[in-house]
């Protein structure tokens, strides 16, 4: 069937195929891929089939429209002020706050650095090089946009509760930094920074604050109504400028659905882009995206109408409770432990006996996706509602990893640590 060129790349097929054989060419390529409803982790976030199949259904009925042109499909821009709407009141937006629809955190992020960018130029034009202060477990995206962005980034080390140290931030703040960051949680230790603290830093030295909460967005505030004590990080905080959260992890919608908010309308003035010198007259924008997927919208949308507060809250529920099963599971190992203390369902844990890694290559020979951190070596846990259906054999099979590993029956081998 497949038909290769002269450089031994395959082409476009002569004749189309009939989707039942395209069917079965695609659930033979899936046989590969890890079960992802019920097994950990690799940034799936399934909550039921139910949930899944409005999704299915929502993205399937738009699945043309393009969200880019909201004047053309007054549909998506319903849906797309709704989502911004809720988000802002499960966020801590005020009278002021506005926001804007994404395909993810990383779009999300990317804007969030340009319009802070933007701001600080206009404030201080004199300052040739500012840069993006964030503590060394904040997430590559801002790497990224301060790639793209041709600014400086001075990551610094975090504290021994594997939170940002307000310290280390307030030591090395100068008046070349254009933003800080926060995470709510960060991805890889899982615990939310003290944002409260960093905001009064911010604020101090007049820098825009940036909080992701990508991963918790749409988990915390859910949690925090029945787990008090939670860290606050949203933007009722003064000083926290903009938030981004993703639908396509705790919000359970399909791929390609983020937030970013602003706690100031003002703000979000320099996410717009504008260009008007082409023949076709003006071409505006407010996300990096052109043509965007109807179909994520619309997905969202329904999601997040389908769960309502009830839904998500149950949610929540069950995910803490999953999290505190592995969490116990995990500290009955004796020469395992828990890396801080991860607000949320995020969590890692290491070893002083032993090479953590080494285990991580047993749970992956026994057929569990492994999710790694390098420094420190530990392995690591996004939980969601499905894993309560893996627990007790992914605790068994590591328990059974780490006494192959006191009977010394694990070799060394060498390894990328490759971070999703
Ligand atoms: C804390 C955090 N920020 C940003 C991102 C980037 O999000 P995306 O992969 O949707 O671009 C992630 C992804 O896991 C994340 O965990």
């Known amino acids: 069937m497949t038909?290769?060129?002269?450089?031994?790349?395959?082409?476009?097929p002569a004749r189309g195929q009939p989707w039942n054989e395209l069917q079965v060419a695609m659930s033979d390529m899936r046989g590969d891929d890890p079960d992802w409803r019920y097994g950990p982790p690799l940034n799936v976030y399934y909550a039921g089939e139910d949930v899944l199949d409005v999704a299915r259904r929502a993205y399937a009925m738009f699945i043309c429209e393009d969200a880019l042109a909201p004047a053309a499909f007054p549909s998506l821009r319903r849906m797309q002020d709704d989502?911004?709407?809720?988000?802002?009141?499960?966020?801590?937006?005020?009278?002021d706050a506005v926001g804007?629809?994404?395909?993810?955190?990383?779009?999300?992020?990317?804007?969030?650095?340009?319009?802070?960018?933007r701001a600080f130029r206009a404030r201080h034009p004199g300052v040739r090089r500012p840069h993006l202060l964030m503590p060394s477990s904040a997430h590559p995206a801002y790497d990224k946009a301060a790639d793209l962005m041709g600014v400086d980034v001075v990551r610094v080390s975090i504290g021994g509760d594997y939170r940002a140290s307000v310290d280390v931030l307030a030591q090395c703040i100068s008046s070349e930094t254009m933003m800080i960051v926060a995470s709510a949680p960060s991805l890889p230790f899982g615990a939310i920074d003290p944002v409260e603290d960093i905001a009064r830093l911010a604020r101090?030295?007049?820098?825009?604050?940036?909080?992701?909460?990508?991963?918790?967005?749409f988990l915390a505030p859910h949690?925090?109504?029945?787990?008090?004590?939670?860290?606050?990080?949203?933007?009722?905080?003064?000083?926290v400028r903009s938030l981004s959260a993703d639908l396509h992890k705790f919000g359970y919608a399909a791929k390609g659905a983020s937030v970013l908010l602003y706690a100031?309308?003002?703000?979000?003035e320099y996410q717009h882009f504008e260009y008007f010198d082409w023949p076709k007259g003006v071409y505006r924008t407010d996300t990096l995206s052109g043509t965007r997927p109807g179909g994520a919208v619309a997905a969202a949308w329904a999601v997040l109408h389908y769960l309502g507060e009830s839904g998500y809250r149950a949610l929540a529920q069950r995910v803490m409770h999953i999290r505190d099963r592995y969490i116990e599971g995990i500290e009955r190992i004796p020469g395992?432990?828990?890396?801080?203390?991860?607000?949320?369902?995020?969590?890692?844990?290491?070893s002083d006996e032993y090479d953590i890694h080494l285990i991580g290559d047993a749970m992956q020979a026994r057929g569990w996706p492994v999710s790694r951190l390098s420094n420190p070596a530990a392995l690591h846990l996004t939980l969601t509602p499905g894993h309560d259906q893996s627990m007790d054999a992914y605790l068994s099979d590591l328990e059974r990893a780490v006494h192959q590993r006191e009977r010394g029956?694990?070799?060394?081998?060498?390894?990328t640590v490759v971070a999703y």
């Open 409 to 415: 029956a694990l070799r060394s081998q060498s390894r």
């Open 204 to 217: 101090e030295y007049e820098v825009w604050l940036h909080v992701d909460a990508c991963v918790g967005g």
């Open 100 to 117: 804007t629809m994404t395909s993810g955190g990383s779009e999300s992020i990317v804007l969030a650095v340009r319009s802070a960018h």
């Open 83 to 95: 989502i911004v709407a809720i988000s802002l009141s499960l966020l801590g937006g005020g009278d």
């Open 336 to 350: 395992l432990h828990l890396l801080g203390a991860p607000h949320l369902s995020v969590i890692a844990f290491g």
């Open 223 to 239: 949690v925090a109504r029945f787990l008090p004590g939670l860290p606050r990080f949203d933007l009722s905080i003064p000083g």
């Open 3 to 12: 038909e290769l060129n002269f450089h031994g790349r395959k082409t476009l």
């Open 264 to 268: 100031d309308a003002e703000d979000q």
